[in-house]
């Protein structure tokens, strides 16, 4: 008989956390005979892989040649034999409860094939610092231009570690394409939501965190790990818009759920590659319609003197300096002037918590 849940954990040279990874989900608050635990190596040449190998045989370890995210997703999903798959990056680690709270909502909501929900962000120790949550419970399909406005702030609570999905949407979805080096979570998050649905809890289930060999959040600027976000964000935009609307979106949802991440690409390519300035321009006051409705005199002054400095640098001086001015936490003055009330309607409930 197959188990109810397969928990999907795709790891990297994370022999510093797989064993908290695989420790919350042993420990879960749920059956362990209705659950499966699976450990995809993306050929990591670390102590990772001796790590994983201590847990069997509670835990099955999958080792593969590297190949990226997108690559882990779809050599290990056909290898899950749970109804429900929930996906968890070896550097993070779960709640308690998080199998069980999930697992509710799916037997809640029959017609859904995808669950998402809140997350605490927690520092390289695993001590929390701040909790992240929609303000309410949301449903989602990717139907209506609603729902791709708030897609576009959910997308954060259906990223790997909040995501968990339904096999039967999984087998509607893969497989994802391979250049997908990171983010590949997200592009399998829209696809299942098109497919499938989603519902997004208002509730932090997971922990992510942050450190320095992160793949995705860099605080500093890094050439090398920007280029490949480059490339993925590159592969994104090329590949998703075409698999969207052979699962049904509306050119107008599928339009407005791509904007951010077209805009994201280009100040990559600007800030590596550079181009001209009138396209920094562009890009920049693009940004600014797509992410505020309203500002205060001040601010569209302090505005219109950035889009001026990006009329005259070249790209790649003007995002140095952007990430300059942004590093020596300048942002701040900003509040001098007043900040901008945001356009999407979503508002996430983000809070600093004691540890």
């Not at 699962?247 to 991440?261: E, I, K, R, S, Y």
């Not at 003007?318 to 009330?341: H, K, M, N």
Request: hydrophobic residues 45%; neutral net charge; proline residues 5%.
């Amino acid at each position: 008989m197959n188990p109810r849940v397969t928990t999907l954990i795709d790891t990297y040279q994370h022999e510093r956390f797989i064993a908290h990874a695989i420790e919350s989900v042993l420990t879960q608050d749920f059956p362990a005979s209705e659950m499966e635990v699976l450990v995809v190596d993306d050929g990591s040449t670390d102590a990772t892989g001796a790590i994983a190998r201590k847990f069997a045989p509670r835990v099955r370890y999958l080792r593969k040649p590297n190949g990226g995210q997108a690559s882990v997703f779809n050599f290990g999903v056909p290898e899950c034999r749970g109804e429900i798959v929930a996906f968890l990056d070896g550097d993070d680690f779960w709640l308690k409860d998080k199998l069980r709270v999930v697992l509710d909502a799916f037997d809640k909501h029959p017609d859904l094939g995808v669950v998402g929900h809140g997350l605490y962000e927690v520092d390289e120790a695993g001590s929390r610092c701040f909790a992240n949550v929609p303000d309410r419970v949301y449903r989602n399909s990717l139907r209506t231009l609603d729902d791709a406005i708030a897609f576009r702030e959910l997308r954060s609570f259906l990223g790997t570690s909040r995501l968990a999905i339904r096999r039967s949407v999984l087998e509607q979805v893969l497989t994802l394409p391979d250049d997908m080096i990171i983010e590949a979570d997200e592009f399998l998050a829209a696809l299942a939501v098109a497919r499938g649905g989603a519902v997004v809890l208002d509730q932090p289930l997971t922990c992510y965190r942050l450190h320095s060999a992160n793949l995705y959040q860099f605080a500093a600027r890094d050439p090398d790990r920007q280029a490949r976000k480059y490339r993925s964000l590159a592969c994104l935009v090329r590949e998703l818009p075409a698999r969207l609307a052979s699962a049904g979106t509306p050119p107008d949802v599928l339009a407005a759920v791509m904007a951010p991440v077209l805009l994201e690409a280009e100040r990559l390519r600007l800030s590596l590659e550079g181009g001209a300035p009138w396209e920094t321009f562009r890009v920049e006051r693009a940004a600014h319609h797509l992410a505020y409705k309203d500002a205060s005199l001040g601010y569209r002054f302090f505005h219109a003197l950035v889009l001026a400095v990006g009329l005259v640098l070249p790209p790649r001086t003007f995002y140095r300096a952007r990430q300059w001015y942004s590093d020596r936490g300048f942002v701040r003055l900003r509040q001098l002037i007043g900040e901008p009330t945001p356009a999407d309607s979503l508002v996430e409930r983000k809070a600093e918590v004691s540890t």
